[in-house]
């Protein structure tokens, strides 16, 4: 089926600096991807939807200009947290719909610890 | 403001018995619905999705949907100490594929 590799898996870096975390689509074309965020013990919530090519649509409340978003090709989104601080330290999730209307491929999640 | 609500638990069943699992949402116009489980630190699983009024089963689980009432629940039977979990209930209500998630159900099923 399907996968969406999520890179890194982990990642603890100092508060100020800036933290990439990609999402590569693997035998399919993605050409949308839902970037989530969720902390312990919350739901999911959407920070924004990537689409090849076009800017990003983010979600109300989400600073587009700290969380940065890519979606250069169809197999590669990338979500950049910028300038990260403590309360950044959360659980981020990409998902990329697929062809039928109940189908999504979630990449495994980057838990950021931001020190 | 569309919403999906589900009961935060903590569910506790003994093994072998029924889970029962509900979720309500807001949004009549809601198209597709799903269950997905989450163990702790990993991404949520697809465990069922749903459309049509009615149940869906699909081995130990059954979806139920009830769009009248705007409800849909997840009976899980034959409970396993591996289905110990967050079980998040997800709707998808309109063309642009965005699903609205519930906070979760924590489930323990206890050997």
């Known amino acids: 089926g399907a996968v969406v590799s999520q890179h890194p898996s982990r990642v603890i870096c100092k508060s100020g600096t800036s933290v990439k975390i990609e999402c590569r689509s693997l035998?399919?074309?993605?050409?949308?991807m839902f970037w989530y965020r969720q902390f312990p013990k919350q739901s999911l919530m959407l920070m924004a939807t990537s689409n090849e090519g076009s800017k990003a649509t983010y979600e109300q409340g989400v600073e587009k200009d700290k969380f940065l978003i890519n979606h250069a090709s169809l197999t590669l989104s990338t979500l950049t947290v910028t300038s990260a601080h403590p309360e950044d330290s959360s659980f981020y999730i990409c998902s990329a719909p697929g062809h039928s209307s109940v189908d999504y491929t979630f990449g495994s999640g980057t838990r950021l610890t931001v020190v | 403001q569309k919403e999906v609500e589900q009961n935060s638990g903590p569910l506790s069943v003994p093994e072998g018995a029924i889970a029962s699992l509900n979720c309500t949402y807001s949004?009549?116009?809601?198209?597709?619905f799903f269950w997905y489980r989450q163990y702790s630190g990993k991404s949520p699983e697809l465990i069922m999705s749903?459309?049509s009024n009615g149940d869906k089963e699909d081995g130990r689980f059954t979806a139920q949907l009830n769009k009248a009432s705007q409800y849909v629940s997840l009976l899980i039977r034959d409970s396993q100490p591996s289905d110990s979990a967050t079980y998040l209930c997800?709707?998808?209500?309109?063309?642009?594929?965005?699903?609205?998630w519930g906070l979760g159900t924590s489930l323990g099923v206890n050997p």
């Open positions: 997800a709707v998808n209500a309109g063309n642009n594929r965005k699903l609205i």
């Open positions: 749903i459309y």
């Open positions: 949004d009549r116009v809601s198209q597709s």
């Open positions: 035998d399919f074309q993605a050409t949308t």
